[in-house]
């Protein structure tokens, strides 16, 4: 079964400092993983997706992912955080195959803070 | 381009009455998803379409609980007859054939049943 987890449900980082968001993942095959973002009171958006290729994505905003077979991670990472990061941060993996379309399945979200 | 549109942004309700939550996902898109948000149990998938065909509809929580997409551009869920615990977030999001990976959300609707 495809499942993800976020270990963390909130994040803490002062503004300038780096800021990773944690995620691992079980798969069967090869693992095509996702982080969206939620700001309040809004869906969620696309920021980046591993499907294949370097093991470090690049995404929008500035936030880019590391991927990780042998530690069978997904962390999601930012140079240096802006108070306007902050939202609810969600990892996510292709899957499980049900007949056609693309299911994901979304971790339990972290949120990020980040304070001045 | 418009994003995904649903409506209403947000319903109050009896217990017991009908609430049918509509979606208008991105043109050019052929899958379609209804998700539900709450605190207690995350984000959950209801259903997804493929092509206006019901593809995967395991999240359903039980039968009061329906969708339909009777055209590519336009779908429905509907929940009869509503509880409190049916109280959430519910949002729909879209993927274009081209990149069947990325799914484009919806602002949700807040649906609250008192």
């Known amino acids: 079964a495809q499942s993800v987890a976020q270990p963390e449900d909130q994040v803490n980082v002062a503004e300038g400092n780096p800021l990773t968001v944690k995620c691992t993942y079980s798969v069967s095959g090869n693992p095509y993983l996702f982080w969206y973002v939620q700001y309040p009171n809004r869906g969620l958006q696309f920021l980046l997706k591993y499907i294949t290729g370097d093991n470090l994505v690049k995404g929008s905003y500035g936030f880019e992912a590391e991927f990780n077979k042998s530690q069978t991670s997904f962390h999601l990472k930012k140079p240096s955080a802006l108070v306007s990061d902050s939202a609810l941060y969600f990892c996510?993996?292709?899957?499980?195959?049900?007949?056609?379309?693309?299911?994901?399945?979304f971790g339990t979200g972290t949120q990020l803070k980040v304070e001045l | 381009d418009a994003g995904v549109i649903q409506s209403p942004r947000h319903e109050v309700t009896e217990m017991g009455q009908e609430v049918t939550l509509r979606c208008k996902p991105i043109s050019g898109h052929n899958s379609l998803f209804w998700y539900r948000q709450t605190m207690m149990r995350g984000l959950e998938l209801l259903i997804y379409?493929?092509?206006?065909?019901?593809?995967?509809d395991s999240g359903m929580p039980e039968d009061r609980f329906s969708a339909k997409m009777p055209n590519a551009s336009f779908s429905t869920l509907k929940i009869q007859p509503s509880e409190p615990r049916d109280s959430a977030v519910y949002f729909c999001a879209s993927s274009p054939p081209t990149d069947t990976d990325t799914q484009y959300f919806g602002p949700g609707t807040r649906l609250t049943v008192l």
């Open positions: 379409f493929n092509n206006n065909v019901p593809i995967d």
């Open positions: 996510a993996v292709r899957g499980p195959f049900t007949g056609g379309g693309n299911k994901l399945t």
